[in-house]
């Protein structure tokens, strides 16, 4: 990757970059020129982060670049050879100079600062725009990120060994997060009444339905991934890491009843949970890590052949559940915040 230049630039020689999939699937929708807020909507960057999905509002990035007179962070520029300088990331950014200009707001809105590149392709355009928004410091929402995935994966063919070389992760992770997108959009966009109604901020729930033992659950049981798009929009499923405990809910016929009229979190309280000593309420995290650990690495190959075919099962299922809260756990303890 080349490196790119720092400098300011004048706002009226730089075009948006409607050639990006994410503002060109918005442009398919709508006519005309997109405004500031189109844009940003249009880039996922607008969603409501009440649920902890790290989306920027667009009203808190255009005050904030009001009140502090400018941007910190660069727009990223890429100059074309015919020297058409091209916004391949901070569109927003760069239509909200250009509306403060035209409005003539009180500021200096004729420069903007960037960083520019010089007839960059577009697997390195793809590049920057991964690392700024999937892994970097202004991160896009998770129904974003999926969003962009699938269109680098289904649309520009790139393999999945080169989306993690993107974002890091694991190829499992990149998976289930494409395959959630394209559930969400085929079974949960329909029965929102309109645009409005579909909230990007339930996309966890569908992430979570990428695990077998939910999919495998709900074919078992009589339901499909269609009752599953209607439970999260009705809320049954409400907080959504409650999809963990679907499998269960759904085996246990009082669980299940309660569910479907009040909910998961409702359900879960019914279901029955093995009572434990007081040797166990009271041991500490390493011991009872080690207990596991010893108790896996004794289980009997039969078992373990049961487990295979049999994944529903409460034991498998008590595993799946303690792997996924340690996995949040770790994670919490590894992130940089």
């Known amino acids: 990757m080349q490196q790119g230049k720092h400098q300011l630039v004048p706002v009226n020689e730089i075009v948006l970059d409607k050639s990006n999939p994410r503002i060109a699937l918005w442009l398919e929708m709508y006519k005309g020129e997109p405004t500031p807020e189109q844009i940003h909507q249009a880039l996922g960057a607008g969603v409501d982060d009440k649920e902890g999905q790290g989306g920027t509002k667009y009203s808190t990035l255009k005050n904030s670049i009001q009140t502090n007179g400018g941007i910190i962070q660069p727009v990223l520029l890429n100059v074309l050879p015919d020297g058409t300088k091209v916004c391949i990331e901070g569109n927003t950014r760069v239509c909200l100079y250009k509306t403060f200009r035209e ?5 200096s809105w004729g420069e903007i600062p960037a960083i520019i590149y010089t007839n960059l392709d577009e697997e390195e355009i793809d590049a920057i725009r991964l690392q700024a928004h999937l892994v970097g410091p202004r991160q896009w929402d998770p129904y974003s990120k999926a969003k962009y995935l699938t269109i680098l994966r289904n649309k520009e063919n790139l393999p999945f060994s080169k989306l993690v070389d993107y974002c890091g992760g694991s190829q499992k992770a990149v998976r289930e997060s494409i395959d959630a997108y394209a559930d969400m959009e085929m079974f949960y966009r329909p029965l929102c009444g309109s645009e409005g109604d579909f909230d990007p901020r339930r996309f966890s729930g569908f992430v979570e339905l990428q695990k077998n033992n939910v999919k495998t659950a709900l074919s078992q049981t009589g339901f499909d991934i269609s009752d599953f798009a209607g439970w999260i929009l009705d809320r049954k499923i409400d907080p959504l890491n409650t999809v963990r405990a679907l499998p269960r809910i759904l085996k246990d016929k009082n669980a299940q009843q309660i569910f479907l009229k009040k909910g998961a979190t409702e359900a879960i309280k019914v279901l029955e949970r093995p009572e434990l000593s007081k040797a166990l309420q009271e041991a500490t995290l ?6 596991l650990t010893e108790a896996i690495n004794k289980v009997p190959y039969p078992q373990f052949l ?3 075919k049999n994944p529903s099962s409460d034991t498998y299922q008590a595993l799946i559940d303690i792997q996924e809260t340690l996995n949040e756990f770790i994670s919490t ?3 940089d915040e």
């Open 306 to 308: 049961e487990f295979k």
């Open 286 to 291: 390493a011991q009872l890590s080690q207990a």
């Open 103 to 107: 409005q003539k707001v009180k500021g």
């Open 333 to 335: 303890v590894q992130s």
